[in-house]
């Protein structure tokens, strides 16, 4: 993976990024279970019994049994997880940092109480003889450039509820419904002949993932699977979404160093927002086509993210995607939209002026959309209309579009040739809402 880095190396340190953390994954949810306290008392009464109810590796559960916190480190352990089995033990933080050191308690405090560990000799490998702690990265295999993954093509979808509804009870033909689903004929058709290896599909959550309790402006399911969520109604009758790990955590990484603040999510269950898309592009099939990494939104308690910074944050993913190290055709999918507003005296505005010039400029000139202030989605596209901002994220994406600053300018690969436009749909209404729809494939 072409990311960078370079805390590989530091001797005597481990750090915990995406790989650790997959790896580590139910060894430190093992020890959060510990923060109860009828949990320590039957850890302590059985311990080898109460880590056979955890998915540990035997090698995870051998290194817990005996306390050997650098070798819990290294199968993914984070420190401030692995603290509560010494808390539980009844140990302090020096307790446990210096049983790492080969120190005893006694010598570890006492180097304390004198200054602490000096940093010289102790910054890189081969400085007074130090070791680095992790292994080196894989070579990359010089000559032949590596295969890249690359983005195809841009979805862009509505999400309505009564659409799901409407799908899994078989009532897409009745007059209401059918010139909607007509709408859609071709994009079945297009996603069967064009179907990719991975969907990005950027969507909002409706309360459902995210209460009050904590609310992402942009968060990235890194999960292998997402279950359908229980609305209310029971969860929608359509297969779980299988994720793509890897990949995931490589554009949380690569974003992140693109001084983009996203928030990972190892389990979350997806809503309307992400499954009704996939259900209008892929009918009712028994799995998904290909994996799908959920990408989501706040759009729902202000401040909620400009289209600015949802365009430039399409343009850092598509950096993101492009280096990573595999031969995969990846989609990305923006979804929500177009004016809709479901609440006070105001419920059911469309305008139908605004959601056809928006998709004009998101086609030719994504800049102008990207410059739409949120004042002017609520008035004119009503309050939920901000959805809108999502679809500047898979329009940034596009190869159109130069990425951003890079190291290397003109390494930039901006085509500067405009997508070809597949397909465009409107129609209105679908429940409280306009629904537009975009397939755009990059020349
Ligand atoms: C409707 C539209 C939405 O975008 C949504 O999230 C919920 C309901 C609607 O039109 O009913
Ligand atoms: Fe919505």
Not at 43 to 54: G, I, N, P, V
Not at 224 to 231: I, L, T
Not at 232 to 240: C, E, Q
Not at 313 to 340: F, K, P
Request: with cysteine; aromatic share 8%; charged share 20%.
């Amino acid at each position: 993976m072409s990311l960078d880095k370079p805390y590989l190396d530091v001797p005597g340190t481990i750090i915990f990024d995406a790989e650790q953390s997959r790896k580590g994954y139910w060894l430190n949810q093992f020890c959060m279970s510990l923060m109860q306290a009828d949990n320590r008392a039957r850890f302590k009464a059985d311990e080898r019994a109460y880590l056979d109810r955890w998915a540990l590796t035997e090698a995870q559960k051998q290194a817990v049994l005996a306390r050997d916190l650098n070798q819990c480190l290294r199968l993914g352990g984070n420190i401030y997880f692995l603290a509560k089995i010494g808390a539980t033990d009844g140990k302090s933080f020096q307790q446990m940092a210096g049983s790492m050191t080969g120190l005893s308690e006694e010598q570890y405090r006492d180097m304390m109480i004198s200054g602490g560990r000096p940093a010289n000799g102790l910054r890189v490998p081969g400085e007074n003889g130090a070791t680095r702690t992790q292994p080196a990265p894989p070579a990359q295999p010089t000559g032949a450039r590596p295969a890249k993954a690359r983005i195809s093509a841009a979805v862009f979808s509505s999400h309505v509820p009564a659409i799901g509804a409407a799908i899994d009870q078989g009532k897409t033909q009745q007059d209401y419904w059918k010139p909607l689903f007509a709408g859609y004929d071709l994009s079945r058709q297009w996603l069967r002949e064009h179907r990719p290896d991975v969907i990005l599909l950027v969507y909002n959550d409706h309360a459902t993932a995210f209460s009050l309790e904590m609310i992402p402006t942009f968060a990235i399911g890194t999960a292998a699977q997402f279950q359908p969520a229980d609305e209310g109604w029971g969860p929608r009758p359509v297969p779980p979404v299988i994720g793509h790990p890897e990949l995931a955590a490589h554009i949380a990484q690569s974003v992140i160093q693109q001084d983009f603040d996203l928030t990972i999510v190892n389990k979350m269950d997806v809503d309307h927002g992400l499954t009704v898309p996939l259900s209008l592009m892929c009918g009712q099939p028994l799995a998904w086509p290909c994996p799908v990494i959920p990408f989501a939104v706040n759009v729902v308690q202000y401040p909620v993210p400009s289209g600015r910074r949802c365009y430039q944050l399409g343009q850092a993913i598509r950096r993101a995607i492009e280096s990573y190290d595999a031969d995969l055709n990846v989609q990305i999918w923006g979804t929500g939209g177009m004016s809709h507003q479901l609440q006070g005296p105001r419920a059911g505005l469309i305008n139908k002026e605004f959601d056809n010039a928006f998709l004009d400029q998101l086609i030719t000139d994504p800049e102008a959309a990207a410059s739409i202030p949120h004042i002017d989605y609520v008035r004119e596209a009503g309050s939920e209309g901000i959805e809108l901002v999502m679809w500047l994220i898979a329009r940034g994406a596009m190869s159109d579009v130069a990425r951003g600053a890079t190291p290397d300018a003109a390494a930039d690969g901006a085509t500067g040739r405009p997508p070809k436009v597949v397909h465009r749909f409107y129609h209105v209404p679908a429940s409280n809402t306009a629904v537009g729809h975009l397939i755009l494939e990059n020349p």
